[in-house]
């Protein structure tokens, strides 16, 4: 596919969103919607807003758990990447955040970008792993919608392989890691760079993906998870919506799956739609359920960027000041 043809089809696709959104929009009592926004109980919405950022530290420290076998990487500059990556996330509408915290990380701590990218990728992958844990459990144990427990079946089988993948990757020893980087290096043009960097990152992935630390990374991942349900139930409890605790497990599980792909910068609007939708076999009326999710993408969102934005002002400082 062509540039221009990708191109074009990014405005249809942000064009049929767009209208799928305005029509939505026709429908919803906003009179409403401000009403529950303005009656909101302000100490629970702070009690998510921390909450969220603990959910939010808990990933960095799981990134940080799977770097330390690369060399010295102090914890803080990994929780101050994992924060600046995640504001960019929601700026942007790709996942730039991901790349921008392999590169803060690597120049910051002097290590190869090639093992910071296979902790990030062990990383990305248990936090997938996780959600698939989530689902599957609560569409089999909870009362959930149709169009959430449908996914069930799948997310079964994909986790299933995933489980595989991980205990063959626990058992596997890098034992052909320093060979294949020797063998490699003897390439010359972009097509043997590129080929040497992946067979590095193939072999940093064994070498950081050990059984304990996978473990490890797997704990912190279904806490990290379990405090996201607790953040989506604490501001449905704040903006008075008599909503069960399933109703806001399925909410963040269809928002989770809304997140492969980004529609806007930080999915605003699909966000509040697929929210709404979720909730409504719970009898919750569409204008509330707007409020509950800007409530949420507020408490979520706007911490998030406030500070990552400093502390990645703070990394790119530190970094350019040693490279001077």
Sequence with gaps: MTATRRRALRIAVLLGVGALLTAFGRTVDWRATSLVVRSANPVLLLSALLLNLVSLGLKGVRWWVFLRPLGRVPLALVLRATFAGASLNNLVVAQGGEGARVLLVSRSAGISSAGVLAALALERALDLVSYLILLVS??????LPAHVTRWRTAAGAVLMLAVLLLVALGAAVPRAAPAAAASS???????????????????????????????????????????????YHLVARAAHLPLPL????????????????RATPGNVGVFQVIYALTVRPFGIAEGAAVAAALLIQTVQVVPTVVLGTLLAHRLLGGTLSRSA
């Design 138 to 143: 609560a569409a089999w144990l909870l009362e």
């Design 246 to 261: 399933a109703g806001s497990v399925a909410a963040m599980l269809a928002i989770g799956i809304s997140f492969l792909v």
């Design 185 to 231: 290096t003897s390439r010359s043009g972009f097509g043997g760079r590129l080929t040497a960097y992946l067979r590095r990152v193939r072999s940093d992935v064994a070498l950081v993906g050990s059984p304990a630390r996978l473990a490890a990374g797997m704990l912190l991942s279904l806490a990290a998870w379990s405090l996201q349900v607790a953040t």
